[in-house]
């Protein structure tokens, strides 16, 4: 199994900054992907950004170049850099492992950007 611990979150102004991480542990496979999704209330979950272990990134058009991926694979650990943070933002935001035969997802922590 594969187990994920997420940390960070909370509430900021527009303009802040904010960083997630998220820590695996258990059935780790070296060829994996981790990241994060959002879910805003009454919206689908989407795609926010992931990273293979071999570095390659994935964002969704909506964060480029205000949020940053990166990892740690001799941690297991994947964080999420959030600059010029929008209201738009707002959303619970989901850890995900995917490797092997697993798809993870972790608990979630809340993201609130308001004034």
């Known amino acids: 199994q594969v187990q994920l611990v997420e940390s960070g979150g909370g509430l900021v102004q527009p303009g802040g900054s904010l960083r997630l991480s998220c820590a695996a542990s258990g059935s780790i496979f070296s060829s994996n992907v981790m990241g994060w999704h959002r879910q805003a209330p009454g919206k689908q979950r989407e795609l926010v950004a992931l990273?293979?272990?071999?570095?390659?990134?994935n964002y969704a058009a909506s964060v480029k170049g205000r949020f940053t991926i990166s990892r740690d694979n001799g941690k297991n650990t994947v964080d999420l850099q959030m600059n010029s943070l929008k209201p738009e933002d707002t959303a619970i935001y989901y850890c995900?492992?995917?490797?092997?035969?697993?798809?993870?997802w972790g608990q979630g922590t809340q993201v609130t950007v308001s004034s």
């Open positions: 990273m293979s272990n071999g570095g390659v990134t």
């Open positions: 995900r492992f995917v490797g092997g035969r697993y798809n993870i």
